[in-house]
């Protein structure tokens, strides 16, 4: 087969199509590309090939054998890939409606079986923040996070550990680092004072992970801060975008209830990393360790989800729902992070349709699935995805899949959140209680009761104060996005 | 354009849960085949055809008080809340006892809760103080029971019977 488009996108016509469509999509495009017409470079060529395909597909024989060649040309292509990929729908057919539409597809990404099973070497950056409210038991826990992950680095890992408050310093190199009592030592240096200038950590972080930068390990960056920046939120979204670019992820930890969640948001997203929310400095420890951790178990680092979706459709959001819950954006390519070795990555993507005429098929979107596969020497093959799906008069009377309909609830869950909030901003203090009431009332149906009683508190507090605290605002956001977990939902 | 039945917000057909209030939307699917699952009463027509599928299409779906016949439709959603609303209190249940007496029947402001899905129809009791039976057992909060059509289910002391069946 050759390699390049199948001719049915050649002719734009559908799988499904009848002889009459092919005839007529032939005769548009032999119209259009005729040699006694048209004289544009390669328009000869792709005359002859449409010819081809012509004669191929209005043959029925003919179309059959092609049939058989062309699913197993891709069948073979699908098993070479570094990838597996299902899609779920939330409809099975659209419908032939001159208004817009919205429709829901659940992604699941998984390693291929064959990928190489080793733990690869970790380039990590440690970027803590040590202005003067980080004193006491926040930086205790800190240093001793910090202890507990160098002793379970191996040789071929590089850590480096940043700290910041006014500006940044290498407190211990990686080098440093492989030696218990200089770490040790160099750790019990850190002293508290100052105030939180993140781009500063974040550069220094950065700088360090570029001097040991790895094809075949990974690249990450934990930011631990429980202040807010002011002033230099471009540029640490700039060095954000730099890290996406360059396969680092970054995975930002707020303690407290003073530390800009936002920014926190919107820098992992942007690198396909997470967001981690600790109310107590004790859970410190534990999570640095379970960051730790499953960054052993990565297979594929820079995991993107690439391509474009059709002309008629429009993404307008999307949730990463595992391995962490996490909002992304709404444009392609979308980072996605790392690729657990026995887990999955799952994306719910909701996009909108317009208008769609007679037709009885649409190429909702044409994806490539890459990433860099780790370990020596592994070259990582993308996986190609096409989404279709048939349109009718016919409404789908199914309904639709359990596992979209329980994300999305929850997902809603956390928008209603995500609104009242924005209201409480713009002073609809009494608009937002409500839906705070609202929020509530659902949750307790969902036996929630302490995030339902935060929500109450936060209700109150708006209809007395006309403002949110910091604290609720934490609370409630993490608060429902962990309800995505999949301890929650049920789901493995 | 579809029509969210709690708060009356426009949505684009396809969106499965209300963006102003996450009700969620039930519309190109309907609650669908609930009723085949739930045991319905199947009322076959003259003619032998099968009754029809979907409570969209004419079936009754709801509570009906024993005391006095009243009907409570459960129509539009998959779940509701039952309890009462008192004066200005925040939480409010979908759907309101108050004009049954709920107070003296000792129902709690967010009592129990009815869910529609594929496996069939469930309640659910919300830690409620007077607690729920269904057919006359006490069944432990939290925990999603199976209904099945013409069960007696009590919320205090006030007795309704789940009804499904399609409409003469």
Known sequence: ?492 | MIECPTCRHQEFVGTLYCSECATRLVHTAPIGSVDELIETEAIVGDDGLPTTRGLAVGALFGLRLLETGDMVSLVGRDNFTLGRAGGGQAIVPDVDLDAFGAQDQGISRLHAEIRLDKEGVHVVDLDSVNGTLINGKRIEPQQPRRLRNKDIIQLGRLRLQLISRLRS
């Open chain 1, 1 to 492: 087969m050759t390699q390049g488009l199948d001719f049915y996108t050649l002719l734009g016509v559908p799988r499904s199509a009848s002889v009459k469509e092919i005839r007529r999509a032939y005769r548009e495009a032999a119209l259009r590309l005729h040699p006694d017409k048209n004289t544009g470079p390669g328009d000869t060529e792709l005359f002859l090939k449409v010819n081809k395909a012509y004669e191929i597909l209005s043959d029925m024989d003919q179309r059959a054998a092609y049939d058989q060649d062309l699913a197993s040309h891709e069948a073979v292509l699908v098993t070479r890939s570094s990838f597996k990929a299902t899609v779920v729908q939330s409809r099975r057919r659209l419908l032939q409606l001159d208004e817009p539409q919205v429709h829901y597809l659940l992604l699941d990404i998984e390693p291929n079986a064959d990928l190489p099973a080793i733990r690869p070497p970790i380039n990590l950056a440690l970027v803590l923040d040590r202005s003067t409210s980080m004193r006491g038991a926040r930086l205790d826990q800190l240093r001793s996070a910090v202890l507990k992950i160098l002793q379970e680095t191996s040789r071929e890992d590089s850590t480096s550990i940043v700290t910041f408050s006014d500006r940044a310093e290498l407190v211990v190199s990686p080098d440093q680092a492989r030696e218990m009592s200089v770490a040790r030592a160099r750790l019990s240096l850190i002293q508290a004072g100052g105030g939180t200038e993140i781009g500063q950590g974040l550069r220094t972080g950065l700088n360090e992970l570029e001097k040991y930068l790895s094809r075949e390990g990974i690249n990450h960056l934990i930011l631990f801060t429980d202040g807010r920046t002011y002033g230099d939120e471009n540029e640490c979204l700039e060095i954000a975008d730099y890290c996406a670019e360059h396969g680092i992820t970054i995975h930002s930890v707020g303690i407290g209830n003073d530390f800009s969640d936002r920014l926190l948001d919107d820098l992992a997203s942007r690198t396909g990393g997470s967001t981690a929310f600790l109310d107590t400095p004790q859970a410190i420890v534990s999570v640095m360790e379970g960051i730790h951790e499953s960054l052993g178990r990565t297979v594929a680092t820079r995991l993107r989800l690439e391509g474009a979706v059709a002309q008629q459709v429009d993404l307008r959001s999307s949730f990463r729902l595992l391995p962490e819950p996490m909002p992304m954006g709404d444009s392609l390519p979308m980072h996605l992070g790392n690729l657990p070795r026995d887990g999955v990555v799952r994306v719910l993507l909701e996009i909108v349709i317009h208008p769609i005429g007679k037709i009885t098929e649409l190429l909702l979107a044409h994806f490539t699935i890459d990433g860099d596969v780790l370990g020596v020497g592994s070259e990582s093959v993308a996986l190609p995805l096409q989404v279709r799906i048939p349109v009718s008069t016919e409404p789908d009377t199914e309904p639709p899949a359990e596992q979209i309909t329980a994300a999305l609830g929850q997902i809603s869950l956390y928008r209603l959140q995500e609104k009242a909030r924005h209201e409480a901003e713009l002073g609809q203090s009494a608009q937002a209680a409500r839906r705070l009431e609202n929020l509530a009332t659902q949750l307790l149906a969902n036996g929630e009761r302490e995030l339902a009683k935060a929500a109450l508190n936060e209700a109150d507090r708006l209809v007395h104060s006309r403002r949110l605290s910091n604290e609720g605002e934490k609370v409630l956001k993490y608060g429902t996005r962990a309800l995505l977990l999949p301890a929650r939902t049920g789901d493995s």
